[in-house]
């Protein structure tokens, strides 16, 4: 579970999550039926209670050849809450002379109740089985943030370890099916080891991996069980013990700190579950972050895929009950082979069998997650002809034991404990759970995938070269055959950044030598060009492809729908379907690209067309006090056209140098200052606002923002409260956060406070990135006031995504409401249209643009405030301009591209030629397109003296929609100067 304090999530939030709150988790319980409370049989003496019966010894043939550990079979018993949840590959730890134990180090079981370990701990036991054993080693694979180390363990047989190097080639060129024939892969596969990757601690709240890990590997180091050899002599098994070290620190501090001890059932536990943060910009979503690759951990794991090649990655969750087995139920990403697809569920099934063998209820596949989006964690194994997949278990968040009521969860429409093809022996409705339970199921399944990959290591290694084998093939031999991005892109920024991320996910890109010509249409020499003929083709088709989720889907998304980076970035390029491509003359990439910018011409006055580039907030710091002025008309010098918005910069000529060559910008020097009307760009003195129940998209910001170097203050509810805002702050951005009004203003119920989160010596990850002496309580209506009287007062408010809910519901613009009608758009790619290409707001941006839009909120105003819309979706016109037009005119009609190109188009214009396209969804999926149409996209509204600026979008998604970025920067460049 995401377990963000549990604020109630506005209904069709998107955040679903690899453990995230599923829609069908938000579907209305149906009417129970009515209690009818029995006062005799309530009043009657609770019946007596005959005490259980003592479980039967356990068989030796269930450790022989190993000596269970003294103590560890009746430890277990006791921490374990029912016989039921106990299987037998679990139920002792295996002594050892010369090896320590998880308990030795520890001082207690892995997995014992109300304790948990620290990553100091952790990786502290990790060292000693390093240091005992020579099957297990121990490596740093990363570090974090906040300065905290990312391990790697290796464990199998110490002969394996010794030839590391050997089986780490051998998969390396079963990775590359170029330089490896069908032939070389078979003996190759038949000598090699099969790498199993598994990864704990991701989510901080989902405590029980880290735990569980410690026994695993010691488990996996010592025994002499003939399963455990089978697995140590085929298998190299990888583990990354906790894989966000700055959130684990923080969740075992906050536990101790307050949760620990607490006498409250189980749902009022979850409400304070989770400190504000995880790490340190990114909370839920550091399971999100695949596909941009910023986050210290993401850069760990991509690292150790590369360095491994691992054919199973495998990622440890815990939320639904009591184990669910990633096999997804569909659509699936069409960067996941067909084999890949059938090896999720042939590890799944295999799983769940062995595990009801053991006698485990509750293990289902199929029902939970799709397999859509493809950047989570483990996707870099998908992605890459690998096996990414995970487990969800119970978990319980805090360390305690729990009564825990299963009664209304629903999966794909469907009870948790109702009998499914897919979960043949459901959990019963009410289960007593520990820490335990969860360490003995995440555990005993973890040993049966390991079984299952040992039994089948040739398999597994030439299913990995021959995913890769055909890849490669059908690049040759169907089209798409490559796509081409030629310079000249609005943004030469967002072009290299492009090429960047492709080569980031080790798609290889080549640059024209001569241009290239295909019927009419010619791209110049330096064009990019991503041909489909490498190992990686079906990454790339996925990244650079649009995505059509399918319409009947009937169940909801796991996530965003769309993807596309030449769309989220804002990039031009074709989809070339003609084979000639391939031939065309062309040298690899090798290492980044860096934009080319420059200064041309002479004088002492520089200009730069305002083309809509991302790195102007950087240019104006780079410029420090020099002055720059924005045209606020176009205007023409010495033959060159600019857009409203362009700069007219005074700054020596050094300087303009640097930060063109830095950021990829062109400077024209002139003589003479244009006569045209201008305004300075100075920059305002900027606050963060987020809540304390919803940090993760201020944490993007933030993230985001200090990509550039802008400096700002982070606040909250406190701060607010404080009052002075406009004595302190000129612009305040409000972040995407969820909740609905009364959540966003009133935050988590005092009644649990207060709940500190300050830095101390006893809890020295707390009160990072800010601190509060409570972080209940919201801020409240005082807070409130003193947002509407710095908005009153000049002040300029950003509202991105849901946090306008704060503004409109309550009531500090009065023009704006809620759009009626029922619509959904999960994560896509949609079509505006700028109504006010003279606002600043929208300086940059073409006319027809698109932005990134999840599932927030969707604001109208009347036919009289339209004027304040700066952006609309899609091309609708407002009922007005209709009845104007009505006569005689015809609307126009949607254009399919698709359609109308016909199976005859050479040079598809996707996502290209974006100026024809007339569509309102260019990547994704909506329902209710009527709705939508129309609608305000971005509103500048202005409240007393000042402006709240209202977006129906988030513009700071993920650091994802790169080419939505300029929305918020032009606030920042430009607040001052709102017309
Ligand atoms: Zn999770």
Same mark, same amino acid.
């Not at 910001?701 to 400096?711: E, K, N, S, V």
């Given at each position: 579970?995401p *377990? ?8 069709l ?22 209690v ?47 016989p039921?949840?106990?299987?037998e ?15 030795? &180090? ?49 464990? *199998?047989?110490?002969?394996? !370890? ?12 079963l990775?590359?099916? =170029?330089? $490896?024939?069908?032939?070389?892969a078979?003996? !190759?596969?038949?000598?090699g080891?099969?790498?199993y ?42 583990? %990354?013990?906790?894989?966000?070290p ?7 501090e ?5 949760? +620990? ?15 504000p ?10 399971n ?57 569920t ?50 319980n ?12 969860? +629903? ?28 360490t @003995? ?13 040992? /039994? ?8 990995f070269?021959?995913k ?5 093939? +059908? ?14 892109q ?14 980031a ?32 083709? @079906? ?17 909801p ?20 379907? #003609? ?16 934009p ?16 809509g580039?991302? *790195?102007?907030?950087?240019?104006r710091?780079i ?37 063109? $060559? ?10 003479a ?8 760009v ?55 956060? =969820? ?20 830095r101390t ?8 990135? @800010? ?12 807070g409130?006031?003193? !947002? ?16 306008? %809910?704060l ?22 790619? &949609?079509r ?15 006319e ?13 105003? #009347? ?36 359609d ?16 024809? #396209? ?7 999926h ?13 509103l ?8 709240v ?18 929305? &918020?920067?032009?606030? /920042?460049?430009?607040?001052?100067? /709102?017309?």
């Amino acid at each position: 579970m995401p *377990s963000s304090l549990r604020v109630p999530f506005a209904a069709l939030t998107l955040t679903l999550a690899l453990g995230g709150p599923t829609l069908a988790q938000m579907e209305p319980v149906p009417a129970s039926e009515p209690v009818v409370l029995d006062m005799e049989e309530t009043a009657a003496p609770a019946p007596e209670v005959p005490p259980a019966p003592a479980p039967p010894p356990l068989d030796p043939g269930v450790w022989e050849p190993d000596r269970p550990e003294a103590g560890s079979i009746e430890q277990i018993r006791e921490h374990t809450t029912a016989p039921e949840f106990l299987p037998e590959s679990v139920a002792y730890v295996p002594d050892s002379e010369t090896v320590p134990s998880p308990t030795k &180090v520890l001082g207690h079981l892995a997995g014992a109740p109300d304790v948990l370990s620290k990553v100091s701990q952790v990786h502290g036991y990790f060292r000693a089985l390093d240091a005992a054993s020579d099957r297990v080693q121990v490596r740093v694979a990363g570090t974090s943030e906040e300065g905290r180390e990312i391990l790697l363990v290796l464990i *199998s047989d110490a002969a394996n !370890l010794a030839d590391l190097d050997r089986y780490r080639e051998i998969t390396a060129r079963l990775a590359d099916p =170029r330089a $490896t024939s069908r032939e070389d892969a078979r003996r !190759l596969s038949r000598e090699g080891k099969v790498f199993y990757h598994l990864t704990g601690g991701l989510h901080s709240t989902e405590t029980g991996s880290p735990e569980m890990l410690m026994e695993l590997a010691y488990r996996l180091a010592v025994s002499e069980r003939p399963e455990i050899q089978a697995i140590r002599e085929n298998a190299i098994v990888l583990v %990354t013990p906790v894989t966000e070290p700055d959130g684990r620190d923080r969740m075992v501090e906050w536990y101790d700190r307050h949760l +620990k001890g607490k006498d409250l059932p189980y749902e009022e536990l979850a409400q304070i579950d989770s400190p504000p943060y995880w790490g340190h910009y990114v909370f839920h979503d550091n399971n999100r972050d695949g596909l941009q690759i910023t986050q210290a951990l993401t850069r760990a794991i991509h690292d150790t895929y590369w360095s491994f090649h691992p054919q199973v990655m495998h990622d440890l969750h815990e939320s639904v009950p009591l184990l669910y087995i990633s096999t997804g139920h569909g659509p699936y990403s069409r960067a996941a082979d067909p084999v890949t697809i059938a090896e999720w569920t042939q590890l799944g099934v295999y799983e769940a069998g062995a595990l009801a063998a053991q006698g485990l209820p509750g293990v289902w596949t199929w029902g939970f997650w799709d397999g859509w989006w493809p950047g989570y964690m483990v996707s870099v194994a998908t992605n890459h002809h690998g096996v990414g997949r995970f487990y969800e278990t119970f978990g319980n968040t805090s360390a305690g034991t729990f009564d825990r009521d299963l009664s209304d969860d +629903k999966y794909t429409g469907k009870p948790v404990t109702d009998v499914q093809w897919y979960r043949p022996w459901p959990p019963e409705k009410k289960v007593r759970w520990s820490l335990r339970n969860n360490t @003995n199921y995440m555990q005993a399944a973890v040993l049966e995938a390991l079984k299952y990959a040992a /039994l089948h290591r040739s398999e597994l290694l030439e299913s990995f070269w021959t995913k890769g084998a055909r890849a490669l093939e +059908k690049g040759k031999s169907e089209a798409p055959y490559a796509w081409i991005f030629p310079p000249g892109q609005r943004d030469a920024g967002r072009l290299a950044h492009l090429v960047n991320q492709l080569q980031a996910h080790r798609i290889e890109v080549h640059r024209l030598l001569e241009p290239f010509t295909l019927k009419q249409q010619t791209w110049p020499a330096g064009s990019y060009v991503v041909r489909m003929d490498q190992p990686y083709r @079906n990454a790339a088709v996925t990244f650079l492809e649009e995505q059509k989720f399918p319409a009947d889907e009937p169940n909801p998304p796991y996530d965003d729908v769309a993807w596309t980076f030449p769309l989220l970035y804002g990039v031009e390029g074709a989809k070339i379907d #003609d084979r000639s491509i391939q031939g065309a003359a062309m040298e690899p990439v090798t290492g980044a690209v860096k934009p080319l910018g420059g200064v041309t011409g002479v004088g002492e006055i520089f200009l730069l067309q305002d083309t809509g580039q991302t *790195s102007l907030l950087e240019a104006r710091l780079i410029l420090g006090g020099h002055q720059i002025d924005a045209a606020e008309v176009a205007f023409e010098a010495e033959g060159i056209a600019y857009p409203p918005g362009s700069w007219i910069v005074q700054a020596p000529r050094e300087l303009v140098e640097q930060a063109a $060559t830095r950021l990829g910008l062109t400077f024209a020097a002139v003589a003479a200052m244009p006569e045209v009307r201008r305004h300075l760009v100075d920059l305002p003195r900027l606050a963060l606002l987020h809540t304390w129940t919803s940090t993760q998209d201020a944490g993007w910001a933030r993230y985001t923002l200090d990509q550039t170097g802008l400096r700002y203050e982070l606040i909250s509810d406190a701060d607010l409260r404080r009052g002075g805002l406009s004595g302190r702050f000129d612009v305040i951005l409000f972040p995407n956060a =969820r909740g609905s009004f009364s959540d966003l203003v009133h935050g988590i119920d005092p009644k649990y406070g207060p709940l500190a989160y300050t830095r101390t010596e006893e809890y020295p990850s707390h009160g990072i990135p @800010n601190a509060a002496d409570d972080i209940t309580g919201g801020m409240g209506f005082e807070g409130l006031l003193e !947002l509407q009287r710095f908005v009153r007062e000049g002040g300029v408010l950003l509202a991105l995504a849901n946090a306008g %809910t704060l503004v409109v519901d309550g009531g500090l613009v009065r023009d704006v409401s809620r759009a009626s009608g029922s619509f959904n758009t999960p994560g896509s790619e &949609v079509r505006v249209q700028v109504l006010r290409p003279e606002h600043p707001l929208a300086y940059g941006a073409p006319e027809l643009d698109s932005v990134f839009r999840g599932n927030g909120p969707l604001w109208d105003v #009347d036919k009289k405030d339209r004027g304040f819309a700066v952006l609309q979706f899609g091309l609708k016109k407002d009922d007005a301009e209709k009845e104007k037009e009505a006569e005689g005119a015809i609307e126009e009609e949607e254009i399919d591209l698709e359609d109308a190109a016909g199976g005859e188009t050479v040079a598809e214009s996707e996502p290209g030629s974006r100026k024809e #396209d007339r569509r309102l969804v260019l990547s994704g999926h909506v329902q209710g397109r009527s709705v939508v149409e129309g609608k305000p996209a971005l509103l500048d509204v202005p409240v007393g003296q000042g402006r709240v600026l209202l977006y129906a979008f988030n513009p700071l998604h993920r650091y994802l929609n790169l080419s939505d970025f300029r929305f &918020v920067y032009n606030a /920042l460049l430009h607040w001052n100067d /709102l017309p």
